[in-house]
């Protein structure tokens, strides 16, 4: 490997299985569907798929991801969750073994004009409270029935989302949940038959196992992540997948009252030394991570000092043996990408997602 003062990603294949062993203990009796949009939460799709060889079914967003996952070599089904599809891409769902979630009036034009020899399988998305993407509970059987009528459909699922299983103590998720399950025992007067049932993502998943049903749709706790507000990924015994890591350009000896960075936001008040880190923004490294924010250099934790850069970061490391060239982590295992992001403002899934192009990635395991 020859990484030339840039940084780079590590992506440890082998903790997507241990990861995955971890979320099936939550709900035994429950298939597994991996989410692996987003390139794989910026992992890599085909990456994040031949890690999760073993997961029951895949989610992607759309047609496109299907057919590069096909053209992989991965059999097994594909949920794409957000699709814009035409009745003829629709058709392809049959032969790509793809599965549409309808979700909006629009796709309803299209799905009925499916050929019934290339019939699929849907799932139909109520809104129980996410405010996003679905039905509303009272439009679900007329929809149903309506689907169920069109020759080109063979089975219909019925799926709704979280708006806040991160944050368990949240009287939104007992809401919904209420919903879910007082619309459930209606429909079944009703003449409705739902070939699978699905409500529970990362969060839920670990928040609220008691609640799963035929299958889990996991996201970020695959590649190691917690999605829980108040748990960390080491507490529910994840393995991150990605670890972010650089090296040090420079190292210097700043006097008393000097200011680091754009803007002068932090003044040194001692004489301490300076590492200057090759990552920044440009690289996907949070702009607003402030200092105080913590990097791991040589198994030694120390702190961003000023505002970070487009291509760098400052970090103090006082009398730290520590040396131009030497090997620092960004986020990963010592450094959990969760806390970079709670003290940068954000989330986990934006900085993992915007890992930037020129980041080299290296598989590891």
Not at 254 to 268: A, D, L
Not at 298 to 323: C, H, K, T, W
């Amino acid at each position: 490997m020859s990484i030339q003062n840039r940084c780079w990603i590590e992506l440890d294949r082998s903790a997507f299985a241990h990861n995955l062993n971890v979320v099936r203990q939550l709900a035994p009796d429950c298939d597994v569907m991996a989410v692996i949009k987003a390139d794989g939460y910026g992992h890599g799709m085909l990456l994040a798929a031949d890690g999760l060889s073993s997961a029951d079914e895949f989610a992607v967003t759309n047609l496109e991801d299907v057919q590069v996952l096909r053209e992989a070599g991965l059999s097994k089904p594909v949920t794409m969750l957000s699709p814009t599809l035409t009745a003829e891409e629709l058709g392809q769902c049959f032969e790509y073994k793809a599965t549409p979630v309808v979700y909006d009036y629009t796709q309803l034009p299209a799905l009925e004009a499916i050929r019934p020899e290339t019939q699929i399988d849907v799932w139909l998305k109520m809104d129980t409270g996410m405010g996003r993407l679905g039905f509303a509970p009272e439009e679900i059987v007329r929809i149903y029935f309506q689907l169920d009528k069109y020759d080109g459909v063979k089975s219909i699922s019925l799926m709704t989302h979280l708006a806040n299983a991160d944050a368990p103590s949240r009287v939104e998720n007992q809401a919904q949940f209420k919903l879910w399950h007082s619309w459930l025992k209606q429909y079944e007067s009703q003449g409705l038959h739902f070939r699978r049932l699905s409500i529970l993502n990362s969060a839920g998943s670990v928040n609220f196992p008691d609640e799963a049903q035929d299958i889990l749709r996991p996201g970020l706790i695959l590649y190691g992540v917690s999605p829980c507000t108040s748990k960390s990924g080491s507490d529910l015994g994840l393995k991150p997948v990605m670890t972010l890591k650089s090296k040090v350009l420079s190292v210097r000896t700043m006097p008393r009252g000097t200011s680091i960075g754009y803007g002068g936001t932090y003044v040194i008040d001692t004489d301490t030394r300076v590492a200057y880190v090759a990552c920044g923004y440009g690289d996907g490294f949070p702009r607003h991570a402030p200092s105080g924010s913590l990097v791991m250099i040589n198994g030694f934790y120390v702190p961003l000092v000023g505002r970070v850069s487009m291509d760098m970061i400052a970090v103090d490391i006082q009398e730290l043996p520590v040396e131009v060239g030497d090997e620092v982590e960004l986020w990963g295992s010592s450094i959990p990408v969760e806390d970079l992001a709670l003290a940068a403002g954000t989330i986990a899934y934006e900085l993992l997602c915007g890992v930037t192009n020129r980041v080299a990635r290296i598989e590891v395991n």
